[in-house]
Each structure stands twice: as C-alpha cells, then as structure tokens.
Nanobody
Framework: VQLQASGGGLVQAGGSLRLSCVAS????????IAWFRQAPGKEREGVSC????????DYLDSVKGRFTISRDSAKNTVYLQMHDLKPEDTAVYYC????????????????WGKGTQVTVSS
C-alpha cells in the first residue's frame, strides 16, 4: 500500500493550491481519508477528513471556509483544494488512511503517504 501526496509548491499569501492524494495497491474509495500537515518545530495536525461515502467531512477550524476535501472515484484520487492561503499554512502536507473505520477521522492512521511541501510567502 502506497499513498502519495502531490501538488505542493510555493505560493504567495492569498493564493491557491490543489493537493492530490493517489494510491497504489489501495482503493481510496474503499477508505476514509485524511489530510495532515506538519510545520517545522510543530506537531502534526489533522487538517481534514472525508468518510468513505463522502457524506461526512470535517476540517480544522483554522482552514474552514478556505480548504475543501473531495474525491474523484474515477481517478482514485482525493483532493485538498486550498484557497486564501496564509503563511501559517506553510507545512509538509500528508494524506493518510485509518484503514479500520469508514468514518471521517484523524485518529489512528495506519497508512501514510509521503508528504508534499506547501510554502506560503507573505
């Protein structure tokens, strides 16, 4: 099982990026998926999650209204659309899957992908 996040980059404050999470040996549609981030010197935090059905979605308070998580079943991809980016959004972003629940959760991830760097300049 491999998850891979991509789409990061350098963007000015107020800009947008769309992160993608793709999988091999793993069907994203059969799993709830979460996005995390870790900034230098800080603990990793859950940013967003989506249930298997997509019926339940949740966001970190600081990104509500700016970030949107979504699925594309045909492409076996989960996206994190990020708008109005702020310097405090700078971090390495990871996608992950719990593998033990269909529910939207940021707890108990079993499967982690390699991260993608997001840098927001002021």
């Amino acid at each position: 099982v491999q998850l891979q996040a991509s789409g990061g980059g350098l963007v000015q404050a107020g800009g947008s990026l769309r992160l993608s999470c793709v999988a091999s040996g793993f069907t994203l549609d059969a799993n709830s998926i979460a996005w995390f981030r870790q900034a230098p010197g800080k603990e990793r935090e859950g940013v967003s999650c989506i249930s298997i059905t997509g019926g339940k979605i949740d966001y970190l308070d600081s990104v509500k209204g700016r970030f949107t998580i979504s699925r594309d079943s045909a492409k076996n991809t989960v996206y994190l659309q990020m708008h109005d980016l702020k310097p405090e959004d700078t971090a390495v972003y990871y996608c992950a899957a719990p593998g033990w629940t269909p529910q939207c959760t940021t707890q108990g991830m079993r499967f982690w992908g390699k991260g993608t760097q997001v840098t927001v300049s002021s």
